[in-house]
Each structure stands twice: as structure tokens, then as C-alpha cells.
């Protein structure tokens, strides 16, 4: 499956964006997507992640509460909903698909999120 993310962009603190994460085929009822991250000379961490088939969720602890992670079955997309957004969450954003439930092993390219001060 190819995976391809989109939505980054500049966006004052406080701001909001949505990023997408289009599966090039259907995801099936037991898979993962998730979105991770990686901030400049930092190593890539988990943001969130959203089961297919019943919707459940899993946040970072430093976005619970402002990011929220969805899905559109019809269109095998995967949304990550960013609000009250701040400078910390600068960093490329990846989304990832977890296919065999053994760990996110399909990579989408990056999309940049840059939040001004």
C-alpha cells in the first residue's frame, strides 16, 4: 500500500490544520494508521494512531486534548485534526499504516508543519 499525506503548512500559535493521509488501496478492519513526527534534530515520535475497523484511538500525551485522528472508510483516508497548535509541534508529520499487527511498517513522505511563535 502507498500511503500520501498532505495538508502541512505555516500556521500562527493557536492555529489549526488538518492533515491527510490517503491509503492507496482499502484498509482493512484490523489495521492501524497512525500519524508520527520528527522536529529538526529530534528523533521521530508517535503522535497518534487509529484502529480501522472500531475507531479507537491513542494519543501522545503532549497532544491529548488538541489533536484528534479520524477516519473515512469510503476514501481509505486517515485525518489528523491539529487545533490550539504551538511552536513545539514544528516537525515533519509521517503518516504510517500498521498492516499485520506487528508494528507501522508502510510510510507515507512527510508533510511540514510549521507553527510560528
Known amino acids: 500500500v502507498q500511503l500520501q499525506a498532505s495538508g502541512g503548512g505555516l500556521v500562527q500559535a493557536g492555529g489549526s490544520l488538518r492533515l491527510s493521509c490517503a491509503a492507496s488501496r482499502r484498509i482493512f478492519s484490523n489495521y492501524r494508521m497512525g500519524w508520527f513526527r520528527q522536529a529538526p534534530g529530534e528523533e521521530r515520535e508517535f503522535v497518534a494512531s487509529i484502529r480501522w475497523s472500531s475507531g479507537s484511538t491513542y494519543y501522545a500525551d503532549s497532544v491529548k486534548g488538541r489533536f484528534t485522528i479520524s477516519r473515512d472508510n469510503a476514501k481509505n483516508t486517515a485525518y489528523l485534526q491539529m487545533d490550539s497548535l504551538k511552536p513545539e509541534d514544528t516537525a515533519v508529520y509521517y503518516c504510517?499504516?500498521?498492516?499485520?499487527?506487528?508494528?507501522?511498517?508502510?510510510w507515507g513522505q512527510g508533510t511540514l508543519v510549521t507553527v510560528s511563535s
Open positions: 504510517a499504516a500498521d498492516l499485520n499487527g506487528k508494528g507501522f511498517d508502510y
